[in-house]
C-alpha cells in the first residue's frame, strides 16, 4: 500500500472547516510537510478551499505608483488602524472560547445505497458525497435537509422502493432531532450534528480514528442497525451503537439467547464439521421450512434462507472454510409475525410490525397477552444486558400455530383472530437510532427527551453500563473456548475494541434449544 496514497485518504476522512493543518497533522501523527501537501493537492483539485481572514493592505506598504494604483480600483486601501484597535483585535482572540464538540451521527454505505438506489434524484448527489468523502460536516447539512424535504412516499410504494423512501423521511426527521436541540444538556457541544460514515473511520488507523472522534464529538449516535462492524472504546466519547464489533458475530446471538432464555433454535458448527442431517432441534416433529445460515463472524452481511432442500448442502460447503451458524427460520406448523420492539422501556409497550406500512394491521393474537410477554421479555433484556438508558430496538418472533386440519392446498389457512395460543422469542438486538420506520424513529427521539438521555449523568451511565456489558460479553465467550485462548481476551485486547481477529472461532459445536445451550 502507498503511504501517500494512505494520507490522501487520512486527510480527506479528518479535515473539516474547524480543524487547522497543524491540528490535522497532530491528529493524523504525521509530519506537517507531508499534511500541507496532502492539503494543497486538495485545494488544486477542488475538493477543498483554504479558509483564511482577507487579506488587509496597509498605507503604509511601500507600491509602486501604478501598481497602487490599479489595484485600488479593485480593492480599497484600508486605512490605517489605531492602536486601541490593534489592541482590541489581539485581545478577541483570548476570548474566544474552547472549541466545542459535537454529536456525531454514523451510517454506513447501506444509507447511501438507499439514497442513490431510490427514485431520489435530487439527493444522489449527495449520496454520492456521503459514499466518497465519507461524511457530512453541520455546514452543509442545511442544504441536504431542503433536498430531504422534497422527499415525498409514492402511494403505491410497497416492498424496497418503499425502504428507500422511509430511510430517506427517518433520516429528516432524525437531523432535525438532533441537530441544535434545546432539550439535550450536553456540555461543551455546540449542537451541531456531522454524518460520518462508519467504513471511512474503519480505514484509519485505529488510534487516529480516536484521536478524532476525541476532538470532534461529545457524543457519537449509530444508525440502527449497521451491517458494518464498528466499535468504540466506552471512554471516548459517549457512543450510542453496538459497544463491541463482535455484536454481530453469532457469539452475541448465543449471548442473547441465554441471557433471555429465548429464542430460536440454533446450532454453531466448528469449521471442518461434516452434517449429515439436519439436527432435531432445529427440526422440530419434522415442520423445519427454512433456515438462516451465515458465516459465525458476519452474519448480517452474508446470510442467507436456505429451504430444506438446499440446506444440508449450503451448511456444509460453508464449513470447509468457516464455521457456520444456523438459526430455525420459518416452521410448516406456525405462521410468524415479527414485530420491532423499542427501548428504553414504556407503558404500554410499543411495537411496530416489521415491514408493516399498514395502519390498522394487528398481529391477530390477544392483545392484552401480547402485551404481558412484551413487557415480561423486555425487562428481562433491559436488565440483564444493562439497557436502562440506552436506545435501539428488540426484533421479536411471535409464532401462531396453524390448525392441524389445515387444506394442503388452496387458500392460505386462516388463523382465528385474537388468538391466545401463540409464543414469542427475540431474534436480534439492535442499538441506536432506528431508520427503517419512520413511527419507531419518532417514538425512540420522544422518549430521548421524555427521559433525559443526553444529559451529563445519563450518558455517563450508559457508557458505565456498555463497559460492563463488554466485559460480560467477553466472559460469556472465554467460558466457551478452550484455557489456551481464555488469558488472551480480556487482557491483551482493548475490551470495547475486540474484533474478529482478537476472539478465535469456535473449537466446539454449540446447540441452543430455544432456552438452554451445551456443547455437542
Known sequence: EDKFDKLLYDVLVSMDERTNVESLSHILDVDIRLVKIAVSLYCRLGLAQKKTLPMVMMTTTKWAADW??????????????????????????????????????????????????????????????????????????????????????????????????????????????????????????????????????????????????????????????????????????????????????????????????????????????????????????????????????????????????????TINDGLMTSPIFTEAHTYSSHQQVQLDVPFPLSSPVKYQITDCYEPNRTVGVDEELLQEQLSRLMKTLVESLHLEVSIGYLKVAVMKPLPANRPTRGSPTKIPPNTKDFTLHPISLHLGLPLHHLELNSYVCNLIEQKKLFTPGAMQQHTTNMRQLSVEFLTFVMELLPKEYQKNIL?????????????????NTLLFDGSLMKQL
Open 68 to 313: 497602487k494604483d490599479n489595484v485600488a480600483k479593485y480593492e480599497p486601501i484600508a486605512e490605517k488602524p489605531d492602536a486601541a484597535d490593534v489592541e482590541n483585535f489581539k485581545g478577541s482572540f483570548k476570548e474566544t472560547p474552547e472549541r466545542q464538540g459535537r454529536i456525531g451521527f454514523l451510517f454506513d454505505c447501506n444509507l447511501t445505497a438507499f439514497l442513490m438506489m431510490g427514485n431520489l434524484g435530487v439527493l444522489k448527489d449527495h449520496a454520492v458525497t456521503l459514499y466518497e468523502a465519507g461524511k457530512m460536516p453541520d455546514e452543509l447539512l442545511t442544504d441536504f435537509l431542503t433536498e430531504l424535504g422534497k422527499v415525498e412516499p409514492p402511494p403505491t410504494a410497497e416492498g424496497e422502493a418503499r425502504r428507500y423512501f422511509d430511510h430517506a423521511i427517518a433520516l429528516r426527521h432524525t437531523l432535525k432531532f438532533l441537530r441544535h436541540n434545546s432539550n439535550f444538556d450536553m456540555p461543551g457541544c455546540d449542537g451541531g450534528v456531522d454524518m460520518v460514515r462508519c467504513e471511512s473511520l474503519n480505514n484509519l488507523d485505529p488510534a487516529t480514528k480516536m484521536r478524532i472522534l476525541a476532538q470532534n464529538y461529545k457524543c457519537v449516535i449509530c444508525m440502527g442497525h449497521m451491517t458494518s462492524s464498528f466499535a468504540l472504546p466506552s471512554c471516548l466519547p459517549s457512543f450510542y451503537g453496538n459497544p463491541i464489533a463482535l455484536a454481530n458475530s453469532a457469539w452475541f446471538k448465543l449471548y442473547l439467547y441465554t441471557k433471555l432464555e429465548s429464542g430460536p433454535p440454533c446450532i454453531l458448527y466448528k469449521c471442518g464439521t461434516r452434517v449429515r442431517t439436519v439436527h432435531p432441534a432445529l427440526d422440530r416433529d419434522w415442520t423445519l421450512s427454512s433456515a438462516i445460515v451465515a458465516p459465525w463472524d458476519a452474519l448480517e452481511i452474508n446470510s442467507s434462507i436456505c429451504s430444506m432442500p438446499t440446506l444440508l448442502g
Open 491 to 507: 487482557t491483551d485486547n482493548s475490551v470495547a475494541s475486540s474484533s474478529r481477529q482478537s476472539i478465535p472461532p469456535p473449537t
